[in-house]
Nanobody, 118 residues
Framework: QVQLVESGGGLVQPGGSLRLSCAASGSAFGVGAMGWYRQLPGKERELVAD???????SYADSVKGRFTISRDNSKKTTYLQMNSLQPEDTAVYYCKMVVVTTRRLELWGQGTLVTVSS
């Protein structure tokens, strides 16, 4: 069974940086598109950034120029480098990954809290 495990959240001051990681564990599977989403209490989950299997990336306007998504296929891992963090970036961040075993699945990580505060 394939699972996604996230790490890297925490408390950071405004202007600081964090790097989130999301790794897929299991055996005998391939990975496709990967993405990062975030959710504030009482709000819809929103797309932050995604990256295709061909390494094409896209970003929400609110994070362009500050966040960078990347992937390492050999490790079946995606990263979100977050710079110049602001209080409005505070949220639970979730990764999503397309995984192919005997069928195509869209899996979510467990979520990691990022708090930007002085």
């Amino acid at each position: 069974q394939v699972q996604l495990v996230e790490s890297g959240g925490g408390l950071v001051q405004p202007g600081g940086s964090l790097r989130l990681s999301c790794a897929a564990s299991g055996s005998a599977f391939g990975v496709g598109a990967m993405g990062w989403y975030r959710q504030l209490p009482g709000k819809e989950r929103e797309l932050v950034a995604d990256i295709t299997g061909g390494y094409m990336t896209s970003y929400a306007d609110s994070v362009k120029g500050r966040f960078t998504i990347s992937r390492d296929n050999s490790k079946k891992t995606t990263y979100l480098q977050m710079n110049s963090l602001q209080p409005e970036d505070t949220a639970v961040y979730y990764c999503k990954m397309v995984v192919v075993t005997t069928r195509r699945l869209e899996l979510w990580g467990q979520g990691t809290l990022v708090t930007v505060s002085s």
